[in-house]
């Protein structure tokens, strides 16, 4: 009897094994609606401080900070590279500290603690040259920690402009920190529709046209400027990118056109001013003749109030016949004027290129229009 008992017990003292049901799973636009998972952001393996160029010979003093802050743009495309620039190098020191760092490129000692102060370890550095027309541009990486030169280029130019010599501290702060070169330039192609048209560019000839090469330039703007004898100068500006070719179209206009077109302004401006000069000679005399009769009215008006309007009402119409007749005369004289300049210019026009005239021609107001052979 007591064993059926404890049989009947055992199952209830048992404790009881609940299966907990799994959730269900979200409907597919609440999986959609997740945000997306963020990625650890990637720091710097390394620090690098850049400190400004040793100058010497004739470079200028202010390209030491400029062709630093170019190197430094140029290291800046490492991905797993801190660039300290002068500024940022300023800012953490200060003024006073960051002078007395200065000029120590040389001093093993003192980049050691300029590394240490900056928590940096690497530093770039570099050095200009310039003597009589060339220019030898240098950059250097340092791993300070190790004591040792980690990369060292040297780039010569000649004849070099400072925006090149920008560029190139830029390309070889680039090369000195990745190991791949740096292409900052770009293609202009000039064409011209005329031949033996001289092309210059910035400043610097490229001979005339038709050009057999094209323009490799650095990116940014350019002034190119076309000149041939008898045509109108050309000039324009271009913006060059770095791997694109820029077409550039000339077209030149001859001198002698520019004479056709200021003789037809002056015929046009000429009978302009003519028919200005008749109209106005034509209201001088309707309102003349309209003055004439109202004073006559006027003389034989035997009222008053009627007497003096015809008086106030011929006063007008003088006036105006008078002020009409001041336009129709200077209209006149700046069509004489206009008229004889434009047939002065035809005639000198016709006559040989040699022959130069300058005939000056009267125009109302006082000033005097100098009408010359060519232009």
Avoid at 116 to 127: I, N, Q
Avoid at 244 to 271: I, K
Wanted: aromatic share 4%; with cysteine; net charge neutral.
């Amino acid at each position: 009897m007591k064993r059926l008992v404890l049989a009947l017990l055992l199952p209830l003292s048992a404790p009881a094994q609940v299966k907990l049901a799994e959730p269900p799973l979200p409907p597919p636009a609440a999986q959609a609606a997740r945000p997306p998972a963020v990625k650890p952001t990637i720091r710097a393996t390394h620090r690098m401080a850049v400190l400004d160029f040793t100058l010497a010979g004739s470079a200028h003093a202010d390209l030491a900070r400029v062709l630093a802050d170019a190197a430094a743009a140029g290291a800046a495309a490492a991905p797993d590279l801190q660039v300290l620039s002068q500024g940022d190098i300023a800012a953490m020191l200060g003024l006073e500290r960051t002078r007395q760092m200065l000029g120590c490129t040389e001093d093993q000692g003192c980049m050691m603690e300029l590394a240490g102060a900056l928590d940096s370890d690497r530093l770039l550095s570099g050095s200009l040259t310039i003597l009589e027309r060339t220019s030898l541009l240098t950059v250097k990486v340092l791993d300070v920690k190790r004591s040792r030169t980690l990369a060292r280029l040297t780039a010569t130019l000649l004849d070099a402009t400072e925006r090149e010599l920008v560029d190139a501290a830029r390309r070889l702060g680039h090369e000195a920190v990745t190991g791949e070169k740096l292409d900052t330039t770009g293609v202009v192609r000039v064409a011209v529709d005329r031949s033996g048209a001289t092309v210059t560019f910035d400043g610097r000839s490229l001979g005339t046209t038709p050009l057999k090469e094209a323009q490799r330039a650095l990116e940014g703007p350019h002034t190119i400027t076309v000149q041939k004898d008898g045509f109108v100068r050309w000039s324009t500006t271009v913006m060059v990118q770095a791997g694109q070719t820029v077409p550039v179209t000339a077209d030149l206009v001859p001198v002698r056109l520019l004479g056709e077109a200021a003789r037809s302004r002056l015929w046009t401006w000429g009978w302009v001013s003519a028919g200005v000069a008749l109209a106005a000679g034509g209201s001088g005399i309707y309102f003349g003749t309209q003055a004439s009769r109202s004073y006559d009215a006027y003389k034989a008006e035997t009222v008053r109030s009627r007497a003096v309007d015809l008086h106030d009402q011929a006063q007008q119409q003088s006036t105006i016949a008078n002020v009409s007749w001041a336009v129709a005369g200077a209209g006149a004289l700046a069509a004489g004027g206009l008229l004889v300049g434009a047939m002065l210019q035809d005639a000198a026009a016709a006559a040989p290129p040699s022959s130069t005239t300058a005939v000056p021609v009267l125009v109302p107001g006082g000033a005097m229009l100098a009408v010359g052979g060519q232009f």
